[in-house]
């Protein structure tokens, strides 16, 4: 079992930073991957940035990948989202996700999106004002 658990959201004005946590528990090892998504009101869910936290791969979603880093610390057990640059077009609530990938290190494909991920967080709201 896999538990996740986002923290770091709040309220933001445009151009300032925030840095999303999400801690894990359970049987998250170094065969997963886990990602940061988010679904803004009356949008689909969409991918923000995955890694890969057995070799620290990592993907962006193209719009986000000069602003947004994802990073995972394994004494802390934690997942991080650092998002700089905020716009009020980032307004939305973030996710964090899990699943194992064990496939991707050896060239296995893996599409990042939402519906490979079994595991997911309860959300943190993320607001930005212009």
């Known amino acids: 079992q896999v538990q996740l658990q986002e923290s770091g959201g709040g309220s933001v004005q445009a151009g300032g930073s925030l840095r999303l946590s999400c801690a894990h528990s359970?049987?998250?090892?170094?065969?997963?991957?886990m990602g940061w998504f988010r679904q803004a009101p009356g949008k689909d869910r969409e991918v923000v940035a995955g890694?890969?936290?057995?070799?620290?791969?990592?993907y962006y979603a193209d719009s986000l990948k000069d602003r947004f880093t994802i990073s995972h610390e394994w004494i802390k057990n934690t997942l991080y989202l650092q998002m700089n640059s905020l716009k009020p077009e980032d307004t939305a609530m973030y996710y964090c996700a899990a699943e194992s990938c064990p496939g991707l290190p050896y060239g296995g494909t893996w599409s990042w999106s939402a519906d490979e991920f079994g595991y997911w967080g309860q959300g943190t709201t993320v607001t930005v004002s212009a």
């Open positions: 890694i890969w936290v057995g070799g620290g791969t990592t």
């Open positions: 359970g049987n998250i090892d170094s065969s997963y991957c």
